[in-house]
C-alpha cells in the first residue's frame, strides 16, 4: 500500500505525508474521528462557510511543519530524523482530545477535563499501539524535551497550531482582517540559545500576526451570537446529565449515554472510558438534540429548538460585571412567562465573561533578531505603538436571555 499520499487542501494545496508512521497515525481510528468535529464549534452559525474540521487543521500543521524543519535546516540547525517524526507527530495529534463541537464537552458532561488532558492520554494509548514511536513526541507535547524550540513551535505565542488555525479560520469563514501570511512567517524564523526567533526584516509579518490574532478572536472565536449558541450547547448537554442524574431516560448513543450517566474526571478517565470517548462526535450531538427537542422537559426540549432552529438568546456585551439586579430581573421575567422554577430559568438567563490578550509580554513572548544579533521582544523591537497596547488583557462581561416578548 502507497503511505505517501499526496492531499489537495484548498489553503496550501498539495501536502504530502512524509513518511509511513504519520500516514498510520493518520488511518487510526482516533483520528479519523476528527473529521467529524468541527473546527470551530458553533461558528458556522455565524460564518455559514466555518464547517472545517479538526481533521482539515492537523493535516495543514503537518504541511507547515514539514516547511518549518527544511527552513532551519537550511539556516544550519540540526533536526534528526527521529526529531523530525515527533515533531510531525506531535503536531498532528496536538488536537486529537477535542470532544464534539470542539470545546462543549469540556465544560458540560466531562468534569474539569481539558482537551489538552484528552489529547495526552489519546497520544499515550497510541504510544502503545505503535511500539513506543511516539515517546519523543509525547515529550515535546508536554514541553519537558530538551530542544525548547520544539516545543515552542507545538506550543508558543507563534506555533504551528496558530499559523494554521488564524489562516485557516479566516479563510472559511471570509473574514480577511485574519488572513495571515504563514510561509512567509516561517521563512524568517531562526534558533538562537535554543528558543526560536524571528529574523528583522520578518517584523512587520510578527506584527500582522498579533494584530490579526486579536482580530479573529473579538470578530470570530468570541463573537457573541456564536457565544450565546456554545453556551446553549453546554446547557443542552448539562440538562440532560441532570435529567439523567434524576432517573429520566434519554434517546442518545450509547457513547453519549455512557458519559450523561456516569461522572467522568481526570482521575477515572481509563483506557476504556478513552475508547467510549473515542467513538463520540457531532453527529452524536446533532441526533441527540434532534429527539430530545421534543422531550416532555420544557427545559430541554425548548435549548435544543432554539439550537436547532438558530433561534438564539439576545446578547449585551458589557465592560463591567453584570448587576446581580439585572440577572435577577431577567430570571424573574422568564419565570413568570415560562411559568418554570429558579434554577430552570437559570438555563436560559445567565452571565459569564470572555477573555482576549492578543500577546502576552513576559509569557515565551516572540523575539525578535536584528542584523546586529541583539535579540529584543516584539513589543520593544517593533515601532507600531499598539502592539503593547495589545499585550494588556481584555476582559468583557455577557448577559444572555431569551428574544421574545418576556
Known sequence: ?????????????????????????????????LRRITQMGMSYLVYPGAHHTRFHHAIGCIHLMKQTINVLRFKGVTVSKEEETGLYAAILLHDIGHGPFSHAMEHSIVEGVSHEQISLLFMEQLNKEFNGNLTLAIKIFKGE????????????????????????????????????????????L???????????????SVEKFIVARRFMYWQVYL??????????????????????????????????????????SIENFSNQVLDIYAELDDFDIVSAMK?????????????CQM???????AIKLKKKPIKPENLDKNLKEVMEFYNIEKHEARYFVFTGSIFNQAYQLKHKGINIMHK?????????????????????PVTKYYICYPKGKL
Open 1 to 33: 500500500m502507497n503511505k505517501l499520499k499526496i492531499l489537495n487542501d484548498p489553503i496550501y494545496g498539495f501536502i504530502t505525508i512524509p513518511n509511513s508512521l504519520i500516514f498510520d497515525l493518520i488511518q487510526h481510528k482516533y483520528f479519523q474521528r
Open 145 to 188: 524535551y530538551h530542544r525548547k524550540f520544539m516545543c515552542q513551535l507545538i506550543s508558543g505565542q507563534f506555533d504551528i497550531d496558530r499559523a494554521d488555525y488564524l489562516k485557516r479560520d479566516s479563510f472559511y469563514t471570509g473574514v480577511a482582517e485574519g488572513n495571515i501570511n504563514s510561509e512567509r512567517l516561517i521563512t524568517m
Open 190 to 204: 531562526n534558533v538562537v540559545d535554543d528558543h526560536l526567533v524571528f529574523e528583522e526584516k520578518g517584523i512587520y
Open 223 to 264: 463573537h457573541k451570537t456564536g457565544l450565546a449558541a456554545e453556551q446553549l450547547l453546554i446547557r443542552v448537554l448539562q440538562r440532560a446529565k441532570e435529567l439523567y442524574s434524576q432517573g429520566v431516560k434519554l434517546e442518545a448513543g450509547t457513547s453519549l449515554i455512557y458519559f450523561l450517566e456516569n461522572k467522568i
Open 291 to 303: 429527539h430530545w427537542k421534543n422531550h416532555d422537559d420544557f427545559v430541554l426540549s425548548r435549548l
Open 307 to 313: 439550537i436547532l432552529n438558530r433561534n438564539l438568546p
Open 372 to 392: 546586529s544579533g541583539k535579540i529584543q521582544d516584539i513589543v520593544k523591537a517593533s515601532d507600531q505603538l499598539n502592539l503593547k497596547a495589545l499585550s494588556k
